[in-house]
Nanobody
Framework: VQLQAFGGGLAQAGGSLRLSCAAS????????MGWFRQAPGKERAFVAA????????YLADSVKGRFTISRDNAKNMVYLQMNILKPEDTAVYYC???????????WGQGTLVTVSS
């Protein structure tokens, strides 16, 4: 499984960005897909996930009501729509994948999101 994340950049507080993750090697509906982030000086943290089977989504409390995870099976893509961005959302965001009931073993390169106040 290969993952490529893109779409990061600079946004102002209150603004929006959409991150994309292109998957190859397996279809996104056969994997649990997740987004994680690592802020400067902090450990990598869970942001959002979408189950391969059924498409149930999960969001970290810190982003509920602001972020949405979705996927496009036809394009084999997963997205993270980020609205009402806050400076504390500044981080490198990673796309990750796992087979059901396994660890997240597949990671894309990070994409930097910077939110200015």
């Amino acid at each position: 499984v290969q993952l490529q994340a893109f779409g990061g950049g600079l946004a102002q507080a209150g603004g929006s960005l959409r991150l994309s993750c292109a998957a190859s090697g397996r279809t996104v509906d056969s994997l649990d897909m997740g987004w994680f982030r690592q802020a400067p000086g902090k450990e990598r943290a869970f942001v959002a996930a979408i189950r391969g089977s059924g498409g149930t989504t999960y969001l970290a409390d810190s982003v509920k009501g602001r972020f949405t995870i979705s996927r496009d099976n036809a394009k084999n893509m997963v997205y993270l729509q980020m609205n009402i961005l806050k400076p504390e959302d500044t981080a490198v965001y990673y796309c990750a994948a796992r087979f059901v009931h396994r660890n997240y073993d597949y990671w894309g390169q990070g994409t930097l999101v910077t939110v200015s106040s």
